[in-house]
């Protein structure tokens, strides 16, 4: 019993003094545009969470006023810039249900996307390099659809510029994971799913720089299925427009990558260090087989007793090759 009226105590103790601060914090203003002042300098200051609670604490005590809809707007960057993507989503989010037919309401759109955009940068990200289409590409989509939203909805905006060349930056790191998808497909030997893959950033994403890799992984899933036809039309495509790809050798003949499928088990053990993991997967027929005559169409021919009686040892069964001089199963009997 004394445990829990001590922790109760502690409790009250903390939210009394956490009250007083707020208090005295905010116990010198006590007009609207006070508020806004120190806001607006808390935030050119760079104090961006101070920046946060004045805004907050404005728009708490003057929900009406006169500068309640600016800071709800500044609120949205001073989150962003306090590395609160989230509360910066949710302020912009909050001002465009708010405040419709605000004359800046572009600006909430577009920091809504650039909020999504930098939700997957983290710290580290910062210092060591990265590959953002190697990670989960899915904020990368919405930020790519917010951009979007801002350029249907105010293409003269003065942040269309900026926002298309991020959709540009967006859209080539999405085709990039398509490839990244398609490789390891590819490397399982899952050569319809990577087919697919390669064949969906030839159709939506023209004009990116992996159009080529995609083109090349339409042509080797062609040949492993034994398409040649369609593997010859994607390889025409693919000398006639990126000649100096690297699965072209000087005679414009496709390499055939090897597949990282089958590791040793040296290669395992040292991390890759000895050993391999290259393993020569044969390609498909080049050639389709011919038609053969169906069984049920073919002549029948009937076992010889010899060959009955030895279990088909020795004499000529339905399937014996007729001898030299013996007319073929089924053609008429010499006169």
């Given at each position: 019993?004394?445990?829990?009226?001590?922790?109760?105590?502690?409790?009250?103790?903390?939210?009394?003094?956490?009250?007083?601060?707020?208090?005295?914090?905010?116990?010198?203003?006590?007009?609207?545009?006070?508020?806004?002042?120190?806001?607006?300098q808390q935030l050119n200051a760079s104090n961006f969470s101070g920046a946060v609670r004045t805004y907050q604490a404005l728009e708490s005590r003057f929900p009406f006023g006169q500068y309640a809809a600016q800071a709800q707007l500044e609120l949205i960057y001073?989150?962003?810039?306090?590395?609160?993507?989230?509360?910066?989503?949710a302020a912009a989010d909050r001002f465009i249900r708010l405040h419709p037919d605000h004359e800046?309401?572009?600006?909430?759109?577009?920091?809504?996307?650039?909020?999504?955009?930098?939700?997957?940068?983290?710290f580290m990200s910062r210092f060591l390099p990265t590959d953002p289409s190697k990670r989960d590409i899915s904020r990368a989509r919405d930020a790519f659809n917010e951009f979007s939203l801002l350029m249907t909805l105010y293409p003269d905006s003065d942040y269309t510029a900026d926002a298309r060349a991020r959709m540009v930056f967006l859209r080539n790191n999405l085709a990039a994971y398509e490839i990244h998808v398609a490789d390891y497909y590819l490397e399982r030997r899952a050569y319809i799913a990577a087919l697919n893959?390669?064949?969906?950033?030839?159709?939506n994403f023209q004009g990116s720089p992996v159009v080529a890799d995609a083109v090349a992984i339409m042509v080797e899933c062609y040949l492993r299925l034994g398409l040649n036809d369609l593997a010859d039309t994607s390889l025409a495509l693919l000398r006639d427009n990126y000649p100096d790809h690297a699965t072209l050798d000087n005679n414009g003949?496709?390499?055939?990558?090897?597949?990282?499928?089958?590791?040793?088990?040296?290669?395992?053990?040292?991390?890759?260090?000895?050993?391999?993991?290259?393993?020569?997967?044969?390609?498909?027929?080049?050639?389709?087989?011919?038609?053969?005559?169906?069984p049920e169409a073919a002549p029948e021919r009937g076992r010889s007793l010899l060959n009955i009686l030895?279990?088909?040892?020795?004499?000529?069964?339905?399937?014996?090759?007729?001898?030299?001089?013996?007319?073929?199963?089924?053609?008429?009997?010499?006169?």
């Open positions: 019993m004394r445990v829990l009226l001590t922790i109760a105590l502690l409790i009250t103790v903390v939210s009394c003094s956490s009250l007083g601060r707020d208090r005295d914090e905010f116990a010198s203003m006590s007009t609207e545009e006070q508020f806004y002042r120190t806001a607006n001073a989150h962003y810039r306090a590395s609160n993507v989230e509360g910066a989503r800046s309401i572009d600006y909430a759109y577009y920091m809504k996307g650039v909020a999504t955009f930098s939700e997957n940068t983290g893959r390669g064949r969906y950033v030839v159709e003949e496709f390499i055939v990558r090897n597949h990282v499928t089958n590791p040793s088990l040296l290669y395992t053990v040292t991390f890759g260090l000895l050993g391999s993991n290259e393993d020569n997967t044969p390609l498909a027929p080049t050639s389709r087989p011919q038609r053969s005559i169906a030895t279990l088909g040892r020795y004499g000529r069964d339905a399937t014996t090759a007729p001898m030299p001089g013996e007319p073929p199963p089924g053609s008429p009997n010499p006169i």
